[in-house]
């Protein structure tokens, strides 16, 4: 099958980059599906799969901003993967829960994009490039971001993804562990 795709690759007239991205991507293909990805409960019915058996932290809160801070980490070769998850976070919930829909949606609109700002804002980064995300009913953000890598010294990327689930943030965090700027276009 592999001969097959290869040889149509070049049949197929599209340029010689998006070519190379096909075979790395083909060639690399076989670490991806033969790696055992170990799925964890993070939430309720919230699961996720990470590279390798994460480890879990759970920590008091920040006072006035959650009851609780709680982790997953998994590390693989070039990235970082974790999970955040913040509780109590929405102050006086039982009156959230007793606004208006359109209202609900305001003061969650304001409490994940300035969740967005204070990470940017953290890690030295000044544009928002975030986008408005759903996982099912629940509102949340997705960036894209950069920030120094002690181990190394340099700037390395970052994406997140982060949702507000009834009165808790789940952030989903994929830190590169190397300055792949390049790699990645930009």
């Known amino acids: 099958m592999f001969i097959v795709i290869f040889e149509l690759l070049f049949i197929i007239k599209i340029d010689i980059k998006m ?4 075979l790395t991507l083909l060639l690399l293909m076989p670490l991806f599906l033969s790696a055992q990805w ?3 409960e993070v939430g309720n019915n919230i699961y996720v799969k990470f590279p390798s058996n994460p480890e879990y932290k759970i920590n008091s809160g ?10 997953y980490m998994a590390k693989s070769e070039n990235c970082m993967f974790i999970i955040i998850i913040m ?7 039982p009156v959230f829960l ?3 829909n359109v209202n609900k949606k305001k003061l969650e609109d304001k409490f994940l994009d300035e969740y967005v700002v204070g ?12 986008k408005h995300i759903k996982l099912d009913e629940y509102n949340g953000r997705e960036c894209t971001y950069s920030a120094i890598n002690p181990a190394i010294g340099e700037r390395c990327k970052r994406f ?3 949702f507000l689930i009834k009165n808790k943030t789940y952030s989903f965090e994929c830190w590169f562990l190397n300055n792949v700027t390049n ?3 930009n």
């Open 119 to 130: 990470k940017l804002s953290i890690t030295d980064n000044t544009s928002d490039n975030s």
């Open 160 to 162: 997140s993804k982060t």
């Open 62 to 71: 920040i006072a006035g901003k959650c009851s609780y801070i709680a982790s």
């Open 19 to 22: 070519k190379i991205k096909v």
């Open 38 to 40: 170990i799925e964890k």
């Open 98 to 100: 007793g606004l208006s």
């Open 183 to 185: 790699e990645l276009g």
């Open 87 to 93: 509780g109590d976070v929405i102050p006086d919930y």
